[in-house]
């Protein structure tokens, strides 16, 4: 499985960005893809994620800023990130889990930057 995410980049305080996800090399329909972020000196934490038939799940600080949503034809995650904070910056990995196989992905990062 490859997953290539793209969309980050630098951007004012209360900025907007969309970030992209596309996987390849796997054919399996049950799936739960997600964003996951990571900023200097901290653990990853999940910003959110959704399953293939479309329930979702949010950190508490994304919430109502951040939407998360999928193309499952195209086999892609997108994630809109609204009302950027500084505290938002950091690298987002995309990530897709396979859950009848137990598999779980990674996609090599995308960095967003929020700063004046």
């Known amino acids: 499985v490859q997953l290539q995410a793209s969309g980050g980049g630098l951007v004012q305080p209360g900025g907007s960005l969309r970030l992209s996800c596309a996987a390849s090399?796997?054919?399996?329909?049950?799936?739960?893809m997600g964003w996951y972020r990571q900023a200097p000196g901290k653990q990853r934490e999940l910003v959110a994620d959704?399953?293939?038939?479309?329930?979702?799940n949010y950190a508490e600080s994304v919430k109502g800023r951040f939407t998360i949503s999928r193309d499952n034809v195209k086999k892609t995650v997108y994630l809109q990130v609204n009302s950027l904070k500084p505290e938002d910056t950091a690298v987002y990995y995309c990530?897709?889990?396979?859950?009848?196989?137990?598999?779980?992905?990674w996609g090599q990062g995308t960095l967003v930057t929020v700063s004046s």
């Open positions: 959704i399953s293939v038939g479309g329930r979702t």
């Open positions: 090399g796997t054919n399996s329909g049950v799936t739960v």
């Open positions: 990530n897709l889990n396979q859950v009848l196989l137990g598999v779980s992905s």
